[in-house]
């Protein structure tokens, strides 16, 4: 199992090319792997986008016109995979595929959806019909399409939760998952056991510690706590990265929000990674 970082994490760092350059390296020397990109931080992505996403806490950055592939390629470190939003492969798959090839990756990860009502049924079913066709169009070009959660995902849909009716209604051959511990808890969640339910659905698993409580108050209301760097804080990291083991993961993918230690990703991912090779 390989262990990697989500870029979003370095966005505030990675204000010209050199300092991605620079950034990257240090990713490498801390011993990861790989990186997990964002289709809207490695193509040149609208003023609003970036705006909405630095309130948010986590800026991407201006790199959408930097050589990310050389820059990748250069530091040594492998794309273990690449998030696009479902709109991008429906209206234009061959340039995801395309953008996958590329990077030499086998893997397209859609994020929870923005503004979606995910205690509709109809919304969710529909959802899920779009994912499994969307998956279908990937998996004809050897291509993995995987769905990451939030917590939203764990609201009542028609008797169950729409993370189980996403399970439920798509099919393992087009959808499998990347899943995040870190937001179900959040939400009250058993982790571990939705990690045990997905079996070897779970293709890659994020990974971030939790705090007590946020150190300001969130723009938005899905971040109830801190997150802190792995080993420091409240989540019994161990058992999931072994149920990860157990499940096949292919990858531990880093991904902790704004409250790094010293204000400073770098610093915060070299911590949560000297972590990560200790249990790994």
């Not at 798959?93 to 205690?119: K, L, S």
Request: a negative charge.
């Amino acid at each position: 199992m390989t262990s990697a970082v989500q870029q979003i994490m370095i966005g505030s760092v990675t204000t010209s090319e050199k300092a991605a350059e620079n950034t990257l390296q240090k990713i490498k020397e801390a011993g990861y792997d790989g990186i997990e990109l964002n289709g809207f931080m490695i193509r040149p992505t609208s003023f609003l986008v970036r705006a909405l996403t630095k309130a948010a806490g986590m800026p991407v950055g201006k790199g959408g016109n930097f050589d990310w592939k050389s820059l990748v390629s250069s530091a040594g470190l492998k794309t273990v995979a690449i998030h696009e939003d479902l709109g991008s492969i429906e209206r234009d798959v061959a340039a995801v595929i395309a953008e996958a090839h590329r990077f030499e990756t086998d893997t397209i990860v859609i994020t929870g959806m923005y503004r979606f009502d995910y205690r509709n049924q109809n919304a969710v079913s529909d959802l899920c019909q779009r994912l499994n066709a969307a998956g279908k169009l990937l998996q004809a070009e050897g291509i993995q399409l995987l769905y990451h959660n939030h917590n939203i995902e764990w609201l009542d849909c028609g008797g169950m939760t729409a993370y189980e009716r996403i399970i439920s209604e798509t099919d393992p051959q087009f959808l499998n998952f990347e899943f995040d511990s870190f937001w179900p808890t959040e939400a009250g969640v058993d982790a571990l056991q939705v990690m045990k339910d997905l079996g070897s659905r779970l293709r890659l698993y994020h990974i971030a510690d939790r705090g007590s409580r946020v150190s300001k108050t969130p723009m938005t209301p899905i971040l109830k706590s801190d997150s802190v760097e792995l080993g420091t804080g409240n989540m019994n990291l161990p058992l999931f990265i072994e149920q990860a083991k157990t499940a096949g993961v292919q990858s531990i993918i880093l991904e902790s929000h704004r409250n790094w230690i010293d204000k400073n990703p770098i610093s915060s991912l070299e911590v949560s990674g000297a972590y990560l090779r200790s249990i790994l």
